[in-house]
């Protein structure tokens, strides 16, 4: 009876040992891919909490402040009157609608330089989201325009 036993506690012991791990590594896993979304004033009163999260730091790209370097890019993100110096360093080009004055999204660390190292970056190109202007073509290139109901011809 007691090998059955013992049997029944190794398997219980390596069971649990499994569930631990597990539980240790989701925990972990979540810990490490957690961001806080912070607006360029709020980096800027953190303290020293801020240079020891994953953080995400939004703005627009300061006319005449991207500078290229091989893989790495160098550019101001502006908020109001403030301004956040910024260096991407990831694995994939920047996308094509990060311009000047395009709204960027830099995803990184704040280092005690007073730099934002970007890990990931998003950008959007504010004019072609803009609402369109009366009489220009949208930014795809197409001059149709919405008619409402009421000023369409009826098939009926």
Known sequence: MSSERN???KFGAATAI??????YLAYTGVQESKSYYVTIKELKGMGDGAYTK??????NVQPGSIKRTGTQ?????VEQDLSLPVIYS???APPDTFK???Q???EGSFGRDGVFHAKQLQAKCASKYAP???GKPAAGGSNMTAVPASQSANYN
């Open 54 to 59: 994953r953080l995400r730091v939004a703005g």
């Open 18 to 23: 499994i569930l631990v791990s597990m539980a």
């Open 73 to 77: 890019v160098q550019f101001v993100l």
């Open 104 to 106: 960027a999204l830099a």
């Open 7 to 9: 049997k029944y506690l």
């Open 90 to 92: 990831g694995t994939e």
């Open 100 to 102: 000047d004055d395009s």
């Open 132 to 134: 369109q202007q009366q």
